[in-house]
Every structure is written in C-alpha cells, then in structure tokens.
C-alpha cells in the first residue's frame, strides 16, 4: 500500500519507525506491505514511486532539518499539495500540526487527498473540528475511508471501542476528560498545592504540554476531540463553534483544595449528550470512575443497552499516536480488500 | 426575520415586474428583515439555450448566431429598462456582453464538435440564471442597495456529478454557504444567487434538475438556517384542485412537507418534492406566494403538527395523459416470478410506472404508465411475454385518467376510502382500478377519461373543499 506522509514530527517519525520494525509481522498477519511513497516536511518532499527506504527517510532527517536534504530523492521547497496532485498512492497520512483558526494547511490537504480519491489518515484535529462533517460526506462521496483514530485519546482506542464494540446500541451520551496537560495540571495543583502556573512549568519541563499550551489550557483541544467524537459516534453534525468552551485558566488554587476538602476534585470535563456540546472544569466526587489523575484521559459513554461504560488510558504521545495511526492503516487495508 | 426568497422567471419577467422585487426587498430592509435572494433565468430564455444547443447539434451556426443577438437584446433592453443609475447601467451592460460572449464561445464548440455532454450542457444551461442576477443585482444597486451577486456554485453549493440532475453534498454546502452567504449578510449586503446552478467538488458547474431554483433556495435556506422560504410564483398558492377543472377550487392556506410532497407528485406544478426535503429536514416553513397579486396570504408549507388536519382530504388531483396496462392470462395464477419479469422489463426500458394493482386471484397484473410510453411499453412487453403459456394478453387502455384525493386526515381513520368511492359511484362513475399507499396520505383510482372531471368535483364537494376556511 502506498502511502504520503505530510508532516513529519514526532507522531508520523515514530510511525515510519514502527512500519520499519514490523515489516514481517504486518505482511505475514495483515497482508499490509506499506510503501511510504513520499514525506513532506516544512523544508520540502522526499519521494520515491517504488517506496522509500525507512531508514533512509530517519536518516535524511536527522542529516539536515528536513527530509529533502537527501541527495538523491529530495525535494526541497515542494509542498504538500504538490505531492498530493503528482504523487500516485493508496493513504495520505496527515500528520500536520493543529491550527483551530483555519484548519490549514491540514484541511487543504485532506480535501485535496479526497477529492483524489486517496484514503486519508488524519492525526491532525485542527481541520477536524472545523470541517468534519464536510469531510466525511466528501470521503464517502468520493467512497474512500477517512480515519482519525489517532485524535482522540491517543492510543487508546476511545473510536473504535464506541464505534465498533458497540454496533446496534446508542450512544447517548459521552462525558470525559480528553485532554492529559490540563488534567495533569490540575492534579498536580490538588496534590502539591502549587499554583497553576508552577504547575503549568512542571508538565512542561516533564514534556506533557506544549512551549505554547494555550489550546490545552483554553480547553480548545478538549473541545475538538469533543466534536469528532460527537460527530463519529453520535451521528452529531457539529463543529467546533457549536460547542460551548471554558477552559481551566479562571481555576485557582482556593477552589481546589476547597473541593478536596469536599472529598472532590476539579476536573476539565467535556460533554455531550442530546442537546448542548460543552467543556468547563466541573466539581467530580472523588470516587467518581471519572476522577483520574496524572496525564490520564477517561471517557463515559452511556449506552442504551449497554448503559455506561467508562474507558481509561493515555492520551496522546507519539508512540501512542503512531500506533493508533497503524491501526487505521491495517483498517484501511482490511476495507479496500472486502 | 432571516428569509430566503426565491423569484421565477415570470415574477421578474419585465420592468415593472422588477420594480415589484425591488419594492418587496425595500419593505424587509425597513422591517429589519435580512433577505437572499435566488433568481431563475427569464421566462423562456433556457427554453432558448436549449434549442441553441439543438442547432449547435445541427451545426446551424446562423441560427445560433440569432438566438445569441435575442438573448443579448433582451437582456440589454430589460437592463435599460429597470437599472436607474448610468455607472451602474453601463456596468451591468459590460458584464452582461461578457457573460453572452462566454456562452458564444461554448455554444460554438458545440457547434464545432457537434457533441453536447451532460457538462457542458448544464455549462450553458448556467448562463440564463446569470444573466438574469446580474440584471436584478444592478437594478438593486442603482436603487442604492448594497447587494452582490453569485452563482450558486460561488455561493457554496456543493452537489455530486450528476450533470442534468445532480443532488447536493448538504454537509458540505452548509458549511460554504454558512461561511460565504452569512460573511456578507453580516456585512450588510444582500446576496443575489443564480437559482438551479451549482458546482461539483472540483468546481465544475451543474444544475439541480426540474424546479431547480425552489432547490437552489430551500438549500440555502437550510443552510443558514433562516426563519422562512419564500416562493414567488404566478399562482396563488397550492390549491384544493386545478381552478380549471373545478372552478371552486381554494387556496390552501397550510399544508404539511409530506402533503405538499405528495400533491406534487400528483402534478401539482408548485413545488417539486426534492426541493422541499432540506427544508423539511430542518422544520423551515415554504411560504408559497403570488408576485402578480401580493394581497393574497399564499400557502404555508411547515410540519405536521402545526397544521390543521380539517377534513381528511386536502386537495383532489388528476394526472391525464396516463394508459392503463394489463397482462393477463390465466397461466399467471400460481407462477411466480411474471410480476417480477414484466417489472424488470420496464424498468429496462426506463418506463415509469405511476400506480401498479394485482388482485390475489393472480390472473392479470394491471399498471398505469404515461400515454407517450404506453405503444412502446405494450410492444416490448409482448416481445418478451407473449408466446409461453403464461401471459395470453397484455391490453393498453388510453383513454384513462387518475384521480387521486390527498390529505394527511386520512391516516388512520376509517372510512375515507368508503367516502371518496361512494361520493364517486353517486354521480354515476366506475372505478377501474385503486391503489392506496400504506402512508395513507393518498388514495388513487383510475376513470375513463370522459368521467376524469366528474369524479373531481364529486370529491371536491363530498369533502367540503370549496368552504374557504379549509386550513
């Protein structure tokens, strides 16, 4: 299977690694042979038609900044969309970082890859919370799969669990906790008493946030992997500005030893049932299957049959991520060989 | 209020006409009403693209030429005629010679290769709507609006490559239209878009089909989720029968989607059933109104629960110009698989079937299918059916009608049908063949033609239709 990659950072990296090192197990199990046809980085392109050497790809970018500096099959200054018009494969992987303002260039690209009737793997949620019920209606239309598994909850497996494990009953409602720096944070403040910005520094020097974590903080992250869960789950055709959005910044350290001493917690809980979607801090008793700590994510569905079903594990990471992105390849596979 | 309004070719067919629109946009503006606006081509100009292209087909390069000077003239002249303001005038007049030049230069391709594809006959088919925006957009101007106009594929319509008939991509619409359409009501401009034209994913223009424009504006509409859709029309409003047949006929003053739907298979020319589902998805109420006669209230289409079931019967239709078909033989009973043979055979042929009956006796199937098919339905059926042991005969009856009594009121309530058919028998009219659908929102039958308007009116009376306050 051919595959671009666009964006090449510490999700699609870790990715190429993991094609690199199971090559035999995904061949022998899945019938998957990825090609990985073409990288674009900021620098440029590196691009082969009979696919690239793994190693060579690691290596050209530990060489210079970019993938292009390989002598050979380098392409500096080639863009994304070049790659996507000229580039012949089965998968474009979207591995661009986030921008909420506009989507780009993540949403150019995956419009472009559908329209190409290219498959698409987006790691990418910017493009998602804005245009995701355009996107999945051009997939379907041009009848190719769009996967995002890698969005939301990181590795663990929050999509499929809701969408796959639980085929016939209905999602009514899902509330959680889908972003680790804040909760992080805010676990950090309930158990070392520092105020949030010393908090804030900790995660970042521990590596759980962002130089910039104002998308984590402002509850914008929680929000865009509140909107493709609704959308992806829930048949609910919103985006981002249909949910309503506080982050935990107006948190202070009084109101959290208060709640402790209430036996609860302040978490960042994103919810979305029949009508409102939203993300706040919300007082959480401190038994509730909700109140994890640490960089955890935990996410309720409520079920109609199956009632509520609670899901914890890490967010997102690289490895995690490139794992989850691995997932939706073989799932792509699965689906183009029916 | 948020409203869409959509114009027909009638409604802005001439100067006065035009200043009409104009009018009605002045009142919303001081009523504090945004509106967009949706504009169809002229009345009878894609009646004239599409016999150019018939020419371009025959390489009648002259004949083209003088179709291209009417549209042109016509247009310039209605352009004199309604923007009151020379800048604006000679602007308009400018875009519109471009427009026309650009519509030359696909028709005489056509010409050339003497081959129209589906494409680029909605590419041409596009240019009526055009031009008539860019009229009404700079009558707007000169009349110190602020206004802008777009073809409905800039203004965000998505569709498949359905060319002739293509459907929308509504999610992807409602976000374009949402971004483009709202970007410039919140600026204050009001919007101008062609009716019945659109693009595909890669921008290449399509049209929406029959009734394309009342699409065009019920999609726009959904999209930004406005508070109502109008319809101007030549016509009053969707009426309890064709003022024709029964001269009592009222104005329906509401009716739900799914009623109006129905009529409009039964050949109501009002609205087309496509065109009212995104409406009806979102609970946008469609008010029908008359542009030649703005005192009357019109039709209000919205959801069930808002209207007034009244009587059980809505409105009485007809459909003419329809055979009555039958296969029989008696080696029919006990075989399977003929109704299948003789429907699969149909549709191979693409003839529409408009209301099927067999009784369980099984001996003969019968179906109503549209007069001009009727010889080539009976010839191919007899080709494919007639020689085994099975069907013995397969008669077509011309000179039959339907009629078809709708209205939501019907639905689980008993005796209606005993009603409409005992309101028929009573002025003498045999019933030849009836068909309910489970829906129960229509019960037709079929009559000899000559008893059609008989019939009519005995259900327009029987179910009191021509008391005004049927709501």
Not at chain 1, 90 to 95: H, L, P, R, S, W
Not at chain 2, 119 to 146: H, M, P, T, V, Y
Not at chain 2, 368 to 381: A, G, H, K, Q, W
Request: glycine share 8%.
């Amino acid at each position: 299977m051919r595959i671009i990659v666009l964006g090449f950072g510490n999700v699609a990296q870790p990715f190429v690694k993991i094609l690199c090192e199971r090559e035999k197990e995904l061949s022998g199990n899945f019938g998957l042979k990825p090609r990985v046809v073409a990288v674009v980085d900021r620098g440029g392109a590196i691009v082969s038609s009979s696919g690239l050497n793994f190693t060579r790809i690691l290596e050209a970018k530990k060489l210079g900044k970019s993938v292009a500096a390989d002598t050979k099959l380098g392409r500096p200054r080639t863009t994304g969309m070049e790659i996507i018009e000229e580039v012949e494969a089965d998968v474009v992987v979207e591995a661009t970082p986030t921008n909420i303002v506009d989507g780009e260039p993540g949403l150019s690209f995956i419009k472009a890859a559908l329209k190409k009737k290219r498959n698409v793997i987006a790691t990418n949620k910017g493009p998602l919370a804005i245009a995701l019920p355009s996107l999945m209606e051009l997939a379907r239309y041009n009848g190719v799969c769009l996967r995002f598994s890698g969005t939301v909850g990181g590795g663990t497996p929050l999509l499929d669990l809701g969408k796959k494990c639980l085929l016939g009953d209905k999602i009514q409602s899902i509330k959680g906790i889908l972003n680790g720096t804040t909760n992080y944070i805010l676990a950090r403040m309930t158990e070392a008493r520092v105020q949030m910005d010393d908090a804030l520094k900790e995660a970042q020097a521990a590596g759980y946030a962002e130089a910039d974590p104002t998308y984590d903080v402002k509850g914008i992250d929680s929000a865009c992997k509140l909107v493709i869960l609704a959308n992806w789950l829930m048949d609910r055709r919103i985006t981002i500005k249909d949910v309503n959005i506080s982050g935990i910044t107006e948190v202070t350290l009084n109101e959290i030893v208060k709640a402790e001493e209430e036996k609860a917690a302040i978490k960042l809980i994103a919810s979305i049932n029949g009508g409102e979607a939203s993300v706040s801090p919300r007082l959480l008793p401190k038994n509730h299957p909700l109140c994890v700590g640490g960089t955890l994510n935990a996410v309720t569905f409520t079920t109609e049959f199956a009632g509520e079903i609670t899901l914890v594990g890490h967010g997102a990471g690289g490895v995690q991520t490139a794992g989850a992105v691995l997932r939706d390849l073989i799932d792509i596979k699965r689906e183009l060989s029916l | 209020m948020k409203i869409v309004m959509k114009f027909g070719g009638t409604s802005i067919a001439d100067g006065k006409r035009i200043e009409q629109v104009i009018d009605i946009v002045h009142e919303n503006i001081r009523g504090k009403n945004k509106v967009i606006l949706v504009i169809s081509a002229l009345a009878g100009v894609t009646d004239n693209i599409i016999t150019a292209i018939g020419k371009a087909l025959s390489g009648d390069q002259e004949a083209i030429t003088r179709i291209i000077e009417k549209l042109k003239l016509d247009h310039h002249r209605l352009a004199k005629e309604v923007v009151k303001d020379e800048v604006v005038l000679d602007a308009v007049l400018l875009e519109l010679n471009e427009l026309v030049e650009e519509f030359k230069r696909v028709i005489f391709s056509v010409s050339y290769l003497r081959e129209v594809t589906p494409r680029s006959r909605d590419n041409l088919l596009s240019f009526g709507e055009k031009l008539s925006a860019s009229i009404i957009c700079a009558a707007l101007k000169a009349d110190a609006l602020k206004v802008k106009w777009l073809s409905g594929g800039e203004a965000g319509i998505v569709t498949d490559d359905h060319f002739g008939a293509a459907r929308p991509l509504m999610n992807i619409t409602n976000q374009q239209v949402k971004e483009r359409i709202g970007n410039l009501l919140d600026e204050g401009i009001i919007p101008v878009v062609t009716g019945f034209i659109a693009y595909t994913q890669n921008d290449v223009t399509t049209t929406l089909g029959r009734s394309g424009s009342d699409y065009s504006a019920t999609i726009l509409g959904a999209a930004l989720d406005v508070n109502e859709v109008w319809i101007w029309k030549d016509v009053d409003g969707l009426m309890t029968a064709d003022p024709k047949i029964e001269p009592l006929a009222q104005t329906i003053q509401r009716i739900s989607y799914s009623e109006a739907m129905e009529m409009a298979y039964f050949g109501a020319t009002v609205m087309h059933p496509k065109a009212l589902e995104p409406v009806a998805e979102k609970n946008i109420p469609v008010r029908v109104k008359n542009a030649f006669n703005l005192k009357k209230p019109g039709t209000l289409v919205m959801e069930e629960k808002l209207v007034k079931l009244g009587d059980a019967v809505k409105s009485v239709a007809m459909i003419k110009d329809v055979a009555l078909i039958t296969v029989s033989g008696a080696g029919m009973v006990g075989t399977p698989g003929v109704a299948a043979r003789v429907f699969s055979i149909l549709s191979e042929n693409h003839v529409n079937i408009l209301m099927i009956s067999q009784g369980s006796s099984e001996a003969n199937i019968s179906f109503i299918v549209s007069r001009e098919s009727s010889d080539r339905t009976v010839n191919t059926l007899e080709i494919a059916l007639l020689g085994g042991d099975t069907v013995k005969d397969i008669i077509s009856e011309n000179d039959v009608c339907v009629v078809a009594a709708v209205g939501a009121g019907m639905k689980g309530i008993p005796g209606v049908a005993a009603r409409v058919f005992k309101a028929v028998a009573d002025v003498g009219v045999n019933v030849r063949m009836i068909a309910q659908g489970s829906s129960e929102l229509n019960i037709s039958f079929v009559v000899q033609e000559e008893d059609s308007v008989k019939a009519v009116r005995a259900l327009h009376r029987e179910f009191r239709l021509d008391k005004s306050e049927i709501t």
